[in-house]
């Protein structure tokens, strides 16, 4: 019985510490974290890891690491908040890998990325034509910056001086062939005007539709939920 009480007793000190030292930390997602706090989290994931799983490792030297880990996070957060040098030694510098529409094959490779790296970050910032770029910027916490070439670039409502109308959010009426609970409660719009618009666009029933939304426009989307089409195939 000992061998479950002594781990549960020691999630129950750790846990809060681990929720403490994480908040300093700041509000960044995996994604966007710099080095060192990536390095932070590993190391305390594994001295954690080892404490939780392996009552006779002693919990004190534990509790003091993760203090110390986290301590030196901040020590090296707060030295770059006030040390330019610091600064520039201790965090990686953006990399610029396209440049009119060009790969910068040298800069990939001082990075060690390669096309297959880059063209799925294009794509996830709306960029499918790579001879759209005017700048593609690796960042330090490996975000592709984009900026396309003036031609490129979607007109925007200041561009035609108009005074864009404020936005609201789609709301969700079916999802995965499911009315949504409580979709239909709130507004104009009732389940029998819901099934007359799905039956002008030749849906028998709800069990059809994948997805159902009103967008900010009013207007209704609509995805069914058979799909015969694959898509287009891609490679890299």
């Known amino acids: 019985m000992e061998q479950y009480i002594i781990p549960l007793l020691r999630f129950l000190i750790i846990f809060p510490l681990l929720h403490l030292v ?3 930390m700041g509000k960044r997602s995996i994604g966007e974290l710099p080095v060192v ?5 590993i190391t305390i994931g594994n001295v954690v890891g080892a404490d939780l799983a392996d009552p006779t490792i002693h919990h004190g030297p534990t509790l003091m690491v993760v203090i110390l880990i986290g301590s030196a996070q901040f020590g090296v957060t707060w030295l770059k908040a006030k040390s330019t040098t610091f600064r520039n030694l201790s965090t990686m510098t953006p990399t610029v890998v396209m440049e009119k529409g060009k790969f910068l094959t040298h800069n990939l490779a001082n990075i060690r990325y390669t096309v297959n790296d880059i063209l799925p970050l294009l794509r996830q910032q709306g960029v499918f034509n ?3 770029i005017d700048l593609a910027v690796i960042e330090p916490t490996g975000h592709l910056s984009v900026l ?3 031609p490129a670039r979607p007109v925007t409502l200041q561009d ?3 005074t864009p109308a404020p936005e609201q959010l789609s709301q969700l009426l079916i999802a ?9 409660k709130h507004g104009d719009k009732d389940r029998e005007w819901l099934e007359r618009q799905l039956k ?3 849906y028998q029933g709800v069990e059809e539709v994948y997805l159902a939304a009103v967008e900010s426009d009013g207007t209704l989307y609509v995805s069914p939920m058979a799909q015969e089409a694959l ?6």
């Open 200 to 202: 002008n666009l030749g």
């Open 130 to 132: 790579p001879s759209e």
């Open 148 to 150: 396309k070439k003036a």
């Open 176 to 184: 995965d062939g499911k009315l949504v609970p409580n979709a239909l």
């Open 160 to 162: 035609m001086g108009r």
């Open 22 to 24: 994480t908040s300093l």
């Open 37 to 41: 706090d990536f390095i932070v989290v």
């Open 231 to 236: 898509g287009p195939s891609i490679h890299h």
